[in-house]
């Protein structure tokens, strides 16, 4: 392990003391995924800061009263990692949690790397580094103590924010101490000791988020509350059509409208991922913007997108399926002959639809810009990716623009891509006042990044001892060559790949001008239905138990065959899906299923995503008219070592269980001439309180280290929904939503 050490100079430290008002600041001591790397031995030791660097306070603060404030240098999309990331550094820290204020962090990448949502990255890439910084910091306090006292630092021991020598009956709260332990020099960061998990008090126990009371009382916490003086209010209209520009628009009028300040025609480029060709409309209420916007008269240059529809691709990709793949992502064994050989073949086609985010604030950005400088607000997921995109939009550095992290109002994927920020920078650049940009919620649903549909086509083989010795699938995507569009790949590697001894998975891609991007568990959020819907179908040809169908399957793992060009398949651990399986079948009395009335049934699935194992059980009764309501979920996931907040982590799940049971039910983006057809929620329903079932979640606590929780547990709920309604009815579901299926049986 590759030593890391920070010596940082007596004389920075007591100059942030002195800002701190007599307090202790404990620095952000290092980069985290340098640190995480340097530790890990895969990078060489950092290099030591200057005496004046700023980062000494960039983490933690400690006042002479006892207070501990903790930056959460994430953006809060409603994950809880606002929350969590502070519990860790809190932990080692030894305070107790009631002495903690945590404050949100602006962009700052020099202080807080990685300052990003998405991914369910913040917990494997924090879990030491955070650790770290409270660790050191309670080094510190220790050590000031120990020159207090004049006893050895190893003699001391600490609880809830107090130092102890028990040997003397002496103690010192950390406020007490601080002024002092901010001459004491860090320590060694590669050896400083950490906590055994068993003595964790925070870690571990159910904490509120640090927001919860100034959500339900309306305090502004959220971009669309933002105000600044002399603030004014924006609207940028775009072509309906993605990446269309204006030929025309009746500006003049415009103007002349009550509360318009400005109306201009923004040419924007052919990045649909940045600012595109639109007209600006500011004024002195969102109103009135809203309400000239009515009046816009716009003549556009729609451009080629505008000849693709939902219905072209599904015509192409059985084009695309009457032939072989254009290419093969991953191969192994001799499918054909295997497959010719197996006495139950299975071959069906499955797809998946367009779907928006709808997150439930719409886009919005605040932008002021003075003297050349540019002051932001937004409630972004990347947002030193959204700071690269406006200062290269507006030809200016990026040290010129501050960007102040907002809490989202929901994410989901949606604002990883940053449209909504260059746009809002344009209009404050060129109008010449503080704007806040606020889309409509129409616009939201229609000029999203959403995620992408997807064609698959199955074959499969099973043996007479009710092995799956062969499988074949071709999926057709979008892309051009051999390169994907954004969000709609797929890994060569994808299970059953190396559960399967004769394995084939080949792709097709045609071209796409519709913008898509990451939605919550991006790509598994489509692959799990088709591919843990197959797995079913073989397993009820077969006349088997699917859950032991997929017990037999997780046993046949198959070393890759190393292939040249061909990725190694990602890593998949049996035994680790294999237990979250066994657990979520005892937990939903899976053997009692058979006593189920007609019209109800359950169905099963398991997926392994970002870096999460879950297994889920549905259980969903069907009327004979076809009307579905899901019962209940049982979910089991496996997420390492500890689960940092359970009730974060358990309404993470819970949610995302609920956001799959409504992509299952009725949501779907239909493109017809180069556009979205729905543009409301009436349209693109979200799940409603009354057919929201009990979600029954339990942990397997494996020894990994812990990952993260926003994401893994949705892709299984799709196909067990799915599932439980081919065991209710007999109807096998291959397309998705459900609300274009008659499921009436009798």
């Known amino acids: 392990m590759t030593p890391l050490t920070l010596p940082v100079s007596r004389r920075a430290f007591l100059r942030v003391s002195a800002l701190a008002g007599g307090g202790l600041l404990v620095a952000g001591l290092f980069d985290t995924e340098d640190a995480a790397a340097a530790l890990r031995g895969e990078r060489g030791p950092l290099a030591v800061p200057p005496a004046d660097d700023p980062r000494l306070g960039a983490y933690v603060s400690i006042t002479p009263d006892g207070i501990v404030t903790i930056v959460g240098k994430n953006p809060e999309i409603g994950q809880g990692v606002k929350t969590m990331l502070p519990m860790l550094?809190?932990?080692?820290?030894?305070?107790?949690?009631?002495?903690?204020?945590?404050?949100?962090?602006?962009?700052?990448?020099?202080?807080?790397p990685r300052q990003s949502a998405g991914g369910s990255t913040a917990t494997p890439t924090n879990w030491l580094p955070m650790r770290q910084v409270g660790a050191a910091a309670r080094a510190m306090i220790v050590g000031a103590a120990a020159q207090r006292w004049n006893v050895p630092a190893a003699d001391c021991t600490t609880e809830a924010g107090v130092v102890h020598h028990r040997a003397s009956n002496r103690s010192a709260t950390y406020g007490e101490l601080a002024t002092a332990a901010a001459s004491i020099a860090p320590p060694d960061l590669a050896k400083v000791p950490l906590k055994d998990p068993k003595t964790f008090r925070i870690i571990g126990q159910f904490t509120r988020g640090v927001d919860n009371h100034a959500i339900v009382t309306g305090k502004p916490l959220f971009g669309i509350d933002v105000t600044r003086p002399n603030m004014h209010y924006a609207s940028?209209?775009?072509?309906?059509?993605?990446?269309?520009?204006?030929?025309?628009?009746?500006?003049?009028?415009?103007?002349?409208?009550?509360?318009?300040?400005?109306?201009?025609?923004?040419?924007?480029?052919?990045?649909?991922?940045?600012?595109?060709?639109?007209?600006?409309?500011?004024?002195?209420?969102?109103?009135?913007?809203?309400?000239?916007?009515?009046?816009?008269?716009?003549?556009?240059?729609?451009?080629?997108?505008?000849?693709?529809?939902?219905?072209?691709?599904?015509?192409?990709a059985a084009e695309f399926f009457a032939g072989p793949p254009q290419r093969t992502l991953y191969r192994d064994g001799d499918v054909a002959a295997a497959m010719a050989s197996a006495p139950v073949t299975v071959e069906a086609e499955y797809s998946y639809p367009f779907i928006a985010h709808a997150a439930l604030e719409p886009q919005n950005c605040t932008a002021e810009y003075v003297n050349g400088k540019l002051e932001m607000w937004a409630p972004s997921?990347?947002?030193?990716?959204?700071?690269?995109?406006?200062?290269?939009?507006?030809?200016?550095?990026?040290?010129?623009?501050?960007?102040?992290?907002?809490?989202?109002?929901?994410?989901?994927?949606?604002?990883?891509?940053?449209?909504?920020?260059?746009?809002?920078?344009?209009?404050?650049?060129?109008?010449?006042?503080?704007?806040?940009?606020?889309?409509?919620?129409?616009?939201?649903?229609?000029?999203?990044?959403?995620?992408?549909?997807?064609?698959?086509?199955?074959?499969?083989?099973?043996?007479?001892?009710?092995?799956?010795?062969?499988?074949?699938?071709h999926f057709v995507s979008f892309g051009e060559g051999e390169r994907f569009a954004q969000a709609a790949n797929i890994s060569?590697?994808?299970?059953?790949?190396?559960?399967?001894?004769?394995?084939?998975?080949?792709?097709?891609?045609?071209?796409?001008?519709?913008?898509?991007?990451?939605?919550?568990?991006?790509?598994?959020?489509?692959?799990?239905?088709?591919?843990?819907?197959?797995?079913?179908?073989?397993?009820?040809?077969?006349?088997?138990?699917?859950?032991?169908f997929r017990r037999?399957?997780?046993?046949?793992?198959?070393?890759?065959?190393?292939?040249?060009?061909?990725?190694?398949?990602?890593?998949?651990?049996?035994?680790?899906?294999?237990?979250?399986?066994?657990?979520?079948?005892?937990?939903?009395?899976?053997?009692?299923?058979?006593?189920?009335?007609?019209?109800?049934?359950?169905?099963?699935?398991?997926?392994?995503?970002?870096?999460?194992?879950?297994a889920e059980v549905a259980q969903v009764t069907v009327s004979k008219a076809g009307a579905v309501r899901v019962d209940k979920v049982w979910v089991a996931g496996d997420v390492g070592s500890q689960v940092i907040n359970p009730s974060g982590a358990e309404q993470q799940v819970q949610g995302s269980v609920l956001d799959g049971i409504?992509?299952?039910?009725?949501?779907?983006?239909?493109?017809?001439?180069?556009?979205?057809?729905?543009?409301?929620?009436?349209?693109?329903?979200?799940?409603?309180?009354?057919?929201?079932?009990?979600?029954?979640v339990h942990w397997h606590l494996s020894d990994n280290a812990p990952t993260g929780m926003g994401e893994p547990a949705l892709p299984p709920v799709v196909p067990a929904v799915t599932n439980a309604i081919f065991a209710a009815t007999g109807k096998r579901i291959r397309s998705l939503p459900l609300s274009k299926h008659d499921l009436s049986w009798s």
């Open 492 to 548: 060569g590697g994808e299970f059953p790949a190396m559960f399967v001894p004769n394995y084939h998975l080949g792709a097709s891609v045609m071209p796409l001008g519709v913008p898509t991007g990451f939605l919550r568990a991006p790509g598994s959020n489509g692959l799990a239905f088709v591919f843990q819907s197959f797995i079913d179908e073989l397993a009820h040809a077969t006349k088997r138990d699917p859950i032991a």
């Open 552 to 614: 037999q399957l997780l046993s046949q793992y198959v070393a890759p065959t190393p292939v040249a060009g061909q990725p190694a398949p990602q890593a998949f651990s049996a035994d680790r899906m294999q237990a979250v399986l066994d657990l979520v079948e005892a937990k939903s009395g899976w053997a009692n299923r058979g006593s189920l009335p007609k019209g109800t049934g359950m169905g099963v699935a398991f997926h392994f995503s970002h870096r999460g194992y879950f």
């Open 381 to 473: 997921q990347s947002p030193q990716n959204g700071r690269a995109l406006v200062a290269s939009t507006l030809g200016m550095p990026a040290e010129d623009i501050t960007v102040h992290i907002t809490r989202s109002g929901g994410g989901f994927g949606r604002r990883l891509n940053n449209d909504y920020m260059v746009e809002a920078a344009w209009i404050a650049k060129e109008a010449g006042v503080p704007v806040k940009l606020l889309w409509t919620r129409e616009e939201d649903f229609q000029h999203d990044f959403y995620r992408p549909g997807g064609f698959h086509k199955f074959r499969g083989g099973v043996d007479a001892d009710g092995r799956l010795v062969a499988w074949d699938g």
């Open 236 to 316: 940028f209209v775009k072509c309906p059509v993605f990446g269309g520009k204006v030929a025309s628009a009746n500006l003049d009028a415009i103007k002349a409208l009550p509360g318009v300040t400005h109306a201009f025609v923004v040419e924007g480029g052919d990045n649909l991922a940045g600012l595109l060709g639109g007209v600006a409309i500011v004024g002195d209420s969102w109103w009135k913007v809203q309400n000239a916007k009515k009046q816009l008269k716009v003549t556009w240059n729609e451009g080629p997108t505008a000849t693709q529809s939902t219905e072209a691709f599904a015509k192409k």
């Open 89 to 112: 550094i809190a932990e080692e820290l030894d305070v107790a949690w009631s002495q903690v204020r945590v404050e949100q962090a602006k962009l700052d990448p020099d202080n807080y």
């Open 662 to 696: 409504a992509q299952v039910l009725a949501q779907e983006i239909t493109i017809k001439n180069g556009r979205a057809v729905e543009d409301a929620f009436r349209e693109f329903p979200l799940l409603r309180m009354n057919q929201s079932p009990p979600v029954e």
